[in-house]
Structure formats: C-alpha cells, structure tokens
C-alpha cells in the first residue's frame, strides 16, 4: 500500500465523516483546515466496528509482503481485534493490520 493510499479503516472514517453530522461541525470549526486522520478514524471506531466477530479478514504480514486469511475472533479494544489464523494461531491486530477479505464469505464455524 502507498503511503498516500487510505486502508479500508481509514477509507470507512473518511466516508463516515463526510456525512455525520457532528463530525461536520467539528470540521467546520476548524476554520479550512481538517481533523488529524488519525483522530478521525478514533472517532468513527469509537461507535463502528468495521470488523465483526466471525468476518474473514486479511492480515498484514508483520515484514509487509503480502496478506494471510484470518477469521475475526472478538473485537478486544476500539483500534484492536483478535484474529485467527488458518492454522489456529491467534494475535491481536489494529486497523493498520486488517482489510476486508474480498470476495469472500462470512465465516461459518
């Protein structure tokens, strides 16, 4: 992913803050400028979860070359979820970590 590029997460805010009302607000009292992205996607994860329990998800590898399948386990934090693995592994990963499996099923155990 380019450094310009938004991931899903950040995508997902953007839309969300495009929309809401008080989120409109706060821009617009920015006078021109906007909120920090990262303060956005807190805000939108503060009450979306846009990964629910059960949802395949596609994990970044940690040497960034490429993507694994994973099943969300439980969401633990508000930037936070624990995945597991094809090989029954699990670890917690934040929204930086995860994209929507495309193409892809709901997960049924």
């Known amino acids: 992913m380019s450094g310009t590029e938004a991931n899903y997460v950040e995508a997902l805010a953007l839309a969300w803050a495009r929309t809401d009302p008080w989120e ?4 617009s009292a920015l006078k021109g400028q906007r909120t920090p992205l990262e303060e956005t996607v807190r805000e939108y994860l503060g009450s979306h979860n846009p990964f629910p329990d059960d ?7 940690r040497d960034g070359t490429g993507w694994d399948h994973a099943v969300i386990v439980e969401r633990v934090g ?13 670890v917690w990963r934040d929204h930086h970590e995860l994209r929507r499996a495309h ?7």
């Open 24 to 27: 409109q607000w706060i821009n």
């Open 55 to 61: 949802a395949d998800v596609e994990v970044q590898r």
């Open 78 to 90: 508000v930037d936070e979820w624990t995945v597991e693995y094809d090989d029954g592994e699990q």
């Open 103 to 109: 193409d892809k099923p709901v997960h049924q155990k």
